[in-house]
């Protein structure tokens, strides 16, 4: 079945520093990925909407400099945590969907574990 | 837009059942339902589009409302590994995918 892979699952970086996540449709050509941030404990929050060859889609609230979005290719969609802080630690995850047709599975990344110390 | 989910919490013994409810104030594109234990990724177990709709998989099946307000998650006779966070993802850009969800329930299974 179709796998939507992310690189890295863990990850420790700096505070100040960038840290760049992966999500890549492994079986599968994907014009539009979803980012998503999960705080312990909570629900999956919507970022932003990444689409191939133009910009994404931040949702309110989201800084767009902050979390730096670029769907290169119709498989691989990349997040970039620019100087990250303490507070931006999270589980950050990616979904995508094969086709376009109405009753369509969306897959999820394995999700990424970002602590910024 | 956020959708509703009742209840926060439900604590089972094996076997016993639980209903998990989703719902929202506007008619929804599609609902569609997962299952995340502690520390990896939401599994996908089943999405609703049309409303009236039934299904379900194996022992767990949802309905969704036929005015699509509404979705229900059912668990049946429920097993240990059935325990972890339900959350449902209602589509808010008709039809591409966009979900967002719930804040989830809570489901724990015990011997």
């Known amino acids: 079945g179709a796998v939507v892979s992310q690189h890295p699952s863990w990850v420790i970086c700096k505070s100040g520093t960038s840290v760049k996540i992966e999500c890549r449709s492994l079986?599968?050509?994907?014009?539009?990925m979803f980012w998503y941030r999960q705080f312990p404990k909570q629900s999956l929050m919507l970022m932003a909407t990444?689409?191939?060859?133009?910009?994404?889609?931040?949702e309110q609230g989201v800084e767009k400099d902050k979390f730096l979005i670029n769907h290169a290719s119709l498989t691989l969609s990349t997040l970039t945590v620019t100087s990250a802080h303490p507070e931006d630690s999270s589980f950050y995850i990616c979904?995508?969907?094969?086709?376009?047709?109405?009753?369509?599975?969306?897959?999820f990344g394995e999700g990424s574990w970002l602590t910024v110390v | 837009q956020q959708p509703v989910q009742s209840p926060q919490a439900v604590i089972l013994r094996e076997g016993e059942d639980a209903v998990i409810n989703c719902s929202s104030s506007?008619?929804?594109?599609?609902v569609h339902w997962y299952r995340q234990k502690h520390g990896e990724a939401p599994v996908f177990l089943m999405i609703?589009?049309?409303?009236?709709e039934q299904k379900g998989h194996e022992k767990i099946s949802a309905s969704f409302n036929e005015k699509k307000q509404q979705s229900s998650l059912y668990l049946t006779a429920s097993q240990l590994s059935y325990s972890g966070t339900y959350f449902c993802g209602t589509d808010v850009s008709g039809g591409y995918n966009k979900l967002i969800f719930g804040a989830g329930t809570r489901l724990a299974v015990h011997p």
């Open positions: 979904s995508a969907r094969p086709g376009l047709a109405d009753g369509n599975t969306i897959y």
């Open positions: 990444s689409n191939e060859g133009s910009k994404a889609t931040y």
């Open positions: 506007k008619a929804l594109y599609s």
């Open positions: 079986d599968f050509q994907a014009t539009t």
């Open positions: 609703l589009l049309k409303g009236g």
